[in-house]
């Protein structure tokens, strides 16, 4: 066996090496890690369209006037995409407005009714069938595009004397996300 001989000069040599080629490794992964940059051109980056939803103001279409635990009166409304991209229609809700003591708001009257209270009606959306989410092509409606949305409005029969909703006409928001 040979024996390799190290003197001052190969091992300082060796060592020149080891230490460029460690720098040079450390340079890089400094580099990756916690690297900054910047770079000057003309590009453009495709993003989520973002805006808001048009809801026509809701019409009654079919049914009422409401009596608790009778049938529903039927609002028809539609809701646009006024961007020029297509956007995710995830939901759309409606809820009777209450004031804090959860009375309605009449929209004859103008005035908040605490004696008929926003819990005893329902509001719920009817799709015909077509489930959410749905994306919504730039400009185009819901309705018709594939379906024709209503909200059902209802007065559940609480047990209790519902009297003080008798010639009101409750407000309700639909809301789109």
Known sequence: ?????????????????????ASGVGVFAYFIGQGTGSAQG???????A???WTI??????TGGPLTPG??????????TNNTSQPMQLNAVT????????????????????????????TATLDTDGVPLPLVIPAGA????????????????DSGTNQ???ENLAPQFTINAS
Do not use: Q
């Open 94 to 121: 409606a809820t009777v407005t209450a004031d804090a003591a959860g009375g309605v708001f009449d929209t004859i009257s103008g005035k908040n009714v605490d004696s008929c209270k926003a819990s005893w009606f």
């Open 1 to 21: 066996m040979r024996r390799i001989k190290i003197t001052k000069t190969k091992l300082a040599a060796f060592g020149a090496a080891a230490g460029l080629l």
């Open 70 to 79: 009778g049938d529903y009166a039927l609002y028809a409304f539609d809701v």
């Open 141 to 156: 409606s819901l309705s018709g595009y594939p379906l024709n949305p209503y909200i059902e409005v209802a007065l559940v």
């Open 42 to 48: 003309n590009f453009s980056v495709g993003a989520p």
């Open 163 to 165: 009297s003080a909703c």
């Open 56 to 61: 026509e103001t809701p019409y009654l279409h």
């Open 50 to 52: 973002l805006g808001t």
